[in-house]
T-cell receptor, first 114, second 117 residues
């Protein structure tokens, strides 16, 4: 079945540093979604990407849909303590109006030192 | 995006018992899903809750263990039956699309944290 390889598994950074994480797959996806999950909460959708090559920003977050449609990355600039959490990538395929399943990466746990 | 609530937010249950989790959305949505997130793990789809018909289950999940109802476009329930400690997880509902069609973006509820002793 489809699988997503998300890296790194965890990151320990200093406040103010930039962060980069990515997801790769051997499968093609039509949509890439990036989520953040904080302890005790459900995942919150940060950015949705729909087109190969698309670059989308949401505040200090920037994500790109890879040209091959098999990968995506998320960058966080000038990290702050409230960026702490687990970031998940997720890929979705759909064919002729039928939606496939949303496949999740294993997550990147981000820790920020003030 | 829709506002999604789940009840209960957490519970501690004895093995052999069953728990029904409710998911309520503040607007009509096309698709509703149930996921399981085991401790420290990623999310795994249990089933798609279909309005007015039987849920569609993923490999490894069966209706007898996880019966699902979806009586209308704003509400669904997931029951975890005959629980064992291995069922201790976070159970999450998610939704896609206001009624009329999918948007290919899923929004999640806050989750139900289940501990089975």
């Amino acid at each position: 079945g489809q699988q997503l390889n998300q890296s790194p598994q965890s990151m320990f950074i200093q406040e103010g540093e930039d962060v980069s994480m990515n997801c790769t797959s051997s499968s093609i996806f039509n949509t890439w979604l990036w989520y953040k999950q904080e302890p005790g909460e459900g995942p919150v959708l940060l950015i949705a990407l729909y087109k190969a090559g698309e670059l989308t920003s949401n505040g200090r977050l920037t994500a790109q849909f890879g040209i091959t449609r098999k990968d995506s990355f998320l960058n966080i600039s000038a990290s702050i303590p409230s960026d702490v959490g687990i970031y998940f990538c997720a890929g979705l395929t759909y064919y002729g109006g039928s939606q496939g399943n949303l496949i999740f990466g294993k997550g990147t746990k981000l820790s920020v030192k003030p | 995006s829709a506002v999604i609530s789940q009840k209960p937010s957490r519970d501690i249950c004895q093995r052999g018992t069953s728990l029904t989790i409710q998911c309520q959305v503040d607007s009509q949505v096309t698709m509703m899903f149930w996921y399981r997130q085991q401790p420290g793990q990623s999310l795994t789809l249990i089933a798609t809750a279909n309005q007015g018909s039987e849920a569609t289950y993923e490999s490894g999940f069966v209706i007898d263990k996880f019966p699902i109802s979806r009586p209308n476009l704003t509400f669904s329930t997931l029951t975890v039956s005959n629980m064992s400690p291995e069922d201790s997880s976070i159970y999450l509902c998610s939704v896609d699309g206001l009624a009329g069609g999918p948007t290919y973006e899923q929004y999640f509820g806050p989750g139900t944290r289940l501990t089975v002793t």
